[in-house]
T-cell receptor
Framework: GNSVTQMEGPVTLSEEAFLTINCTYT??????LFWYVQYPGEGLQLLLK?????DKGSNKGFEATYRKETTSFHLEKGSVQVSDSAVYFC????????????FGSGTRLSIRP | DVKVTQSSRYLVKRTGEKVFLECVQD?????MFWYRQDPGLGLRLIYF???????EKGDIPEGYSVSREKKERFSLILESASTNQTSMYLC?????????????FGPGTRLTVT
């Protein structure tokens, strides 16, 4: 079946450090891939997306590239800020599954000033 | 901007009570979803609806029911609340028109059952 595996947290970094949060997936066909972010006390917000192989999604300095050969969609940011502290969810939508999205378990990121 | 609102941010109920969680979206989205979020488990789909009066079970429907009488409103019902239903409940909606189907979320309802 379809699934998403992302690195466990919590991840703690200093401000301006480089961030990578790993995400791999299992899916049939050609899924759409997403990263969502959840700031404290809020619902999830779409951070970025990619819909086909080699697409790069980007937003707010974050990037992720859809790698079909390694079934991965790792999230990266070159220089993190305290305001990036949140929980990050990798997710996929496979085929015509009535818009159902499968989420990873989430990675909590904390940035120290 | 799409707006998804949920009726309460925090709710405390007693075991055995019937609980209603309401969700409203203002962008004429066809599909709506209810998830629960628990630490270490991510988001788990309870029910979803792809049209008025239509519903499908998600991964963990036991102990829950839903109602969608109008396109913009999707209600989650706990028939007889139990302590293991203490959780964060998130509503989401999506449109089929973009082809990508990214979901838009409400702020969540943190339910405590005592």
């Amino acid at each position: 079946g379809n699934s998403v595996t992302q690195m466990e947290g919590p991840v703690t970094l200093s401000e301006e450090a480089f961030l990578t949060i790993n995400c791999t997936y299992t899916a049939t066909g050609y899924p759409s891939l997403f990263w969502y972010v959840q700031y404290p006390g809020e619902g999830l917000q779409l951070l970025l997306k990619a819909t086909k192989a080699d697409d790069k999604g980007s937003n707010k300095g974050f990037e992720a590239t859809y790698r079909k050969e390694t079934t991965s969609f790792h999230l990266e940011k070159g220089s993190v800020q305290v305001s990036d502290s949140a929980v990050y969810f990798c997710a996929l939508r496979a085929g015509s599954s009535a818009s159902k999205i499968i989420f990873g378990s989430g990675t909590r990121l904390s940035i120290r000033p | 901007d799409v707006k998804v609102t949920q009726s309460s941010r925090y709710l405390v109920k007693r075991t055995g009570e019937k609980v209603f969680l309401e969700c409203v979206q203002d962008m004429d989205h066809e599909n709506m979803f209810w998830y629960r979020q628990d630490p270490g488990l991510g988001l788990r789909l309870i029910y979803f609806s792809y049209d008025v009066k239509m519903k499908e079970k998600g991964d963990i429907p036991e102990g829950y029911s839903v109602s969608r009488e109008k396109k913009e409103r999707f209600s989650l019902i706990l028939e007889s609340a139990s302590t293991n239903q203490t959780s964060m409940y998130l509503c989401a909606s999506t449109t089929l028109s973009t082809g990508v189907h990214e979901q838009y979320f409400g702020p969540g309802t943190r339910l405590t059952v005592t």
